[in-house]
């Protein structure tokens, strides 16, 4: 499965905006052949200056860009230039030339979605993406399903991974890794991300687990309350959530929230606030600047569990979320609360900014752009990669591949892999007698056995290698 390659599959890029940009860099990282159509002058010279592909300049629709860039020999095409009618026009040039994947971002919900006009089968289009549906349909995952806490289900749902901060209270707290698999010993659980001021570490057993630490733990279904108690994660079911902007992405979140918890909705704009509080019945909408301390007061953050800030800003965002995080563990007796269920979830843009958040308290940080390129790279990588996600607020993914023949993954135990992988990558979990388990370090990958591993972003290709060079 993980053979390489006769040749570089080829990529060719419409704009690189934030996505496209992002896309580029992890793709030539991967060693994909990638060409980038770009007519803006100042994304064009970054590109150049920055990324170590083939660069064209002109217009998304200009044909003699296309043929320029080979376009009939392109395996597949990503077209995520800021214009929805240039995206979708660009798959029907892309199926013209003969491309066979094509790829479309679109920020309308008019195009793609269940009961629309057109669907994506309508336009040629392989893969439509709606980077704005995609974050409000996270947020409101982790509240109905998780009341705030990052959970993802891997594993055909057999195995989960929850992301955690660690206080001072915490029985993690000041522990090292191998000290609490034996203090833990009553289920198999295993921490594989720990994220520390602004790095990702893929932990050791010598790690000690810091209060502060924000950290990733991977374990089976059945055992996550059993895992969150230990880990001092509050399991409560939140009931109020208030929403800081009233943009696609906060309007949308107000949409799937509405008939299942209380919301309140502040919108900055007079305007855009009266049409709001128009459309939704069941949603409190006041008219406000959410990052002021007196308007969060008065629409009753006291009394909220989840704050959320979804506006167009990076910084008003962060730092909303971090002023309604202090109001909201303050509460109307002045009494500091202790429980630490009080979620906060803040949408950025800018990567650094993502882990700026988490380092200074914010529980989780959303962002469109990774999202968005995170979702079209495991369709790029479907023939190589089973399933993979990407942890927010961290710089590492999951992935399930399968182990291949005489891959160095299969020649020898997990405690004896080559230390040249620790602080890359780890394996988290193996299906083995119809049933996933957590992987230890007597564990022996067999050739063909699935297989959960962990790795930072940047290091993909090294766990390729592993499991199938």
């Known amino acids: 499965m993980f053979n390489s390659p006769k040749r570089k599959e080829k990529v060719l890029i419409l704009g690189l905006g934030g996505v496209g940009f992002y896309l580029a860099r992890r793709l030539q990282y991967e060693e994909y052949s990638v060409t980038a159509i770009e007519m803006d002058a100042e994304r064009y010279q970054y590109g150049d200056e920055s990324l170590d592909i083939r660069l064209i300049r002109g217009e998304a629709m200009d044909l003699d860009c296309w043929r320029e860039a080979d376009a009939g020999s392109m395996d597949y095409v990503i077209c995520v230039t800021d214009n929805d009618a240039v995206n979708m026009m660009s798959a029907r040039i892309a199926d013209a030339f003969g491309i066979p994947y094509k790829v479309v971002r679109v ?31 996270e947020i409101s995952r982790l509240i109905k399903l998780r009341h705030g806490n990052e959970v993802i289900d891997i594993a055909d749902g057999q195995i989960q991974v929850m992301a955690a901060r660690i206080t001072e209270e915490s029985q993690f707290a000041n522990q090292k890794l191998k000290d609490i698999s034996i203090k833990f010993s009553d289920f198999v659980f295993r921490v ?64 799937l929230l509405a008939n299942s918890v209380e919301v309140t909705l502040v919108e900055s704009n007079p305007v855009r606030a009266q049409d709001l509080a128009g459309q939704f019945s069941d949603v409190e909408v006041l008219h406000g600047d959410g990052s002021n301390a007196d308007v969060l007061s008065m629409a009753g953050i006291a009394d909220v569990d989840t704050f959320i800030s979804t506006t167009a800003r990076n910084e008003t965002n962060i730092m909303s979320a971090l002023l309604a995080k202090n109001m909201m563990v303050r509460r109307k007796n002045g009494a500091v ?29 959303l962002n469109k752009k990774i999202m968005a390129a995170s979702e079209i790279m495991k369709h790029v990588r479907r023939s190589e990669l089973m399933s993979a996600a990407h942890l927010h607020g ?14 160095p ?61």
């Open 107 to 137: 920020r309308s919900l008019q195009i793609g979605m269940p009961g629309s006009l057109l669907s994506a089968e309508d336009l040629k289009i392989n893969l439509l993406i709606h980077p704005e549906e995609m974050v409000a349909q």
């Open 192 to 255: 594989v991300a720990v994220a520390r001021g602004i790095t990702t570490i893929i932990p050791q057993g010598d790690l000690e687990i810091q209060p502060r630490d924000q950290i990733v733990v991977m374990t089976g279904s059945r055992h996550l309350p059993d895992l969150m108690e230990i880990a001092g994660v509050p399991q409560g079911v939140g009931q109020r959530v208030m929403i800081v902007g009233g943009g696609l992405i906060g309007k949308r979140v107000a949409e």
């Open 337 to 365: 609360s202790t429980t630490g269920s009080e979620k906060t979830i803040a949408v950025v843009s800018k990567e650094d900014y993502q882990v700026l958040a988490s380092t200074i308290g914010l529980d989780i940080t």
């Open 394 to 407: 961290f710089d590492a993914e999951v992935v399930e591949v399968v182990a291949g023949a005489n891959a």
């Open 409 to 469: 993954i299969t020649r020898k135990p997990l405690s004896r892999l080559d230390r040249s992988y620790h602080g890359k990558l780890l394996i988290g979990a193996v299906f083995r007698d119809g049933s996933w388990r957590v992987a230890v370090g007597d564990t022996h990958i067999v050739a063909g056995e699935r297989v959960i591993g962990v790795c930072l972003s940047n290091q993909l290709k090294e766990l390729r290698k592993l499991f199938g060079v």
